[in-house]
């Protein structure tokens, strides 16, 4: 049986349905934490919803999306999401407070809105300990949507790596052109990694595969694959390379995509996400 010490916290401003949705959410989020650490992480965690007055996203490094709707919104916060990341050792990672754009369903029903934010507005480095991205934006397209930026942030703390670059996910009504797919901010491309770990960007910059097979650096590539996985792209198109003369395919990638040996296309975005309204 678990105790929880709710004493410290004021209860009278969460539903008994929201608490312990939290208090479960919470639980699940940290299968690998003893109990004592799950009682400070669940009494930080009703702090941090206790008189919480913006919509917060929370990533956990398990794979969970939490998007949390305080009973009260701060007028002045309607158009902002917070996010932040919990690590593996409980710590929480505030990541930043971003911008909104309600924008109608591209190619959906007239009625079906979607939230987008541009990466041009996240902070394009973070470090606390050993937990760290850096990205940049090699595209005009630079809108994800509401969930998927989750994604991307739980995949980037994943890997702690230095040099992601982000081809595009959508334009800022929900569209993606040149490409067809890239729409409402779900599917996004991202160039293959580097050996040298750079991280350049403008026209030609982008790892082919087929020109120079010895920079891709498959091992950390397979490892981003994987986390971009795990939150939530459960497909992928992309290239092979071969070891030893023996070729592989990059991991979730079943087969060679034309025009894919220059960049990662991610789609097929089912996290596991839940939403909860205080
Ligand atoms: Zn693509």
Redesign the pocket.
């Known amino acids: 049986m678990i105790t929880i010490n709710l004493d410290k916290v004021d209860l009278s401003l969460l539903s008994k349905k929201t608490l312990s949705e939290t208090i479960n959410d919470s639980i699940q989020s940290i299968p690998k934490l003893k109990m004592s650490s799950l009682k400070v992480l669940v009494d930080k965690e009703l702090k941090i919803n206790n008189g919480s007055k913006i919509v917060t996203y929370r990533i956990y490094n398990n794979g969970r999306i939490v998007k949390y709707i305080p009973k009260i919104v701060n007028k002045k916060l309607e158009n902002k999401y917070k996010y932040v990341y919990f690590d593996k050792e409980g710590n929480k990672h505030v990541l930043g407070i971003f911008t909104i754009f309600k924008k109608p369903l591209y190619k959906g029903d007239k009625d079906k809105f979607v939230n987008l934010i541009s990466l041009e507005e996240v902070p394009k480095y973070y470090k606390e300990g050993k937990y760290q991205y850096h990205f940049n934006v090699d595209s005009p397209r630079s809108y994800l949507n509401e969930q998927t930026l989750a994604g991307f942030f739980g995949a980037m703390f994943e890997v702690n790596y230095l040099d992601i670059s982000c081809?595009?996910f959508s334009h800022n009504d929900g569209s993606s052109k040149p490409?067809r797919?890239?729409i409402n901010g779900n599917?996004?491309?991202f160039k293959y990694l580097r050996k040298d770990k750079s991280l350049p960007c403008g026209k030609g910059t982008s790892l082919n595969i087929i020109k120079t097979p010895d920079s891709l650096d498959y091992e950390r590539q397979n490892k981003w694959n994987d986390a971009l996985y795990k939150f939530g792209w459960k497909s992928m198109?992309g290239w092979s390379y071969k070891i030893k003369g023996k070729t592989h395919y990059l991991n979730h990638i079943t087969h060679k995509t034309k025009d894919h040996y220059h960049?990662l296309?991610?789609?097929g975005f089912e996290p596991l996400f839940k939403e909860i309204k205080e």
């Open positions: 081809n595009g490409s797919s890239h599917n996004g491309d198109l960049h296309h991610v789609q």
